[in-house]
């Protein structure tokens, strides 16, 4: 027996929807008036990632930072692929064992290719 879904069931998503909208719509408008009006040269200059701006924002700099940043976020990522793996540990049985000794055999190849080029060196 298939179930049909009618508009009605759909109901608590779209309140939930608009709940959250109007939260950031009140907020915004909320914080416009109601927070001070204080405009100081440190305000109004730019910031950029913790970096004193200093010349011409064409100048090149050491981008050490994001690519750590980077390959933080894209090892972090597939360790979450962990958890489910973990969760249902027995129901997989060998055949997960297996899948999951060749997904860290890879991410350990990454990781190793990521040493090789010295990605993570200071210098």
């Known amino acids: 027996m298939e179930t049909q879904s009618v508009p009605v ?4 998503i779209i309140f939930q929807i608009v709940v959250a909208l109007g939260f950031v719509v009140v907020t915004l408008i909320a914080t416009h008036f109601l927070g001070p009006k204080r405009k100081t040269a440190d305000k109004l200059s ?3 990632a913790g970096v004193k701006v ?15 940043a980077i390959l933080f976020v894209l090892f972090d990522v597939e360790v ?5 793996w ?7 049985g060998m055949n997960g064992m297996i899948e999951m000794f060749i ?3 890879t991410l350990l190849l990454g990781f ?6 010295k990605a993570l060196d200071w210098d």
């Open 46 to 48: 730019t910031f950029e």
């Open 9 to 12: 069931d759909f109901l608590p």
């Open 80 to 84: 979450i692929f962990m958890y489910p």
């Open 54 to 68: 200093v010349g011409n924002a064409r100048q090149p700099f050491s981008i050490k930072y994001f690519l750590v």
């Open 103 to 105: 997904f860290m055999g």
């Open 112 to 117: 190793i290719y990521v040493l090789k080029k």
């Open 86 to 92: 973990a969760v249902n540990f027995r129901e997989l």
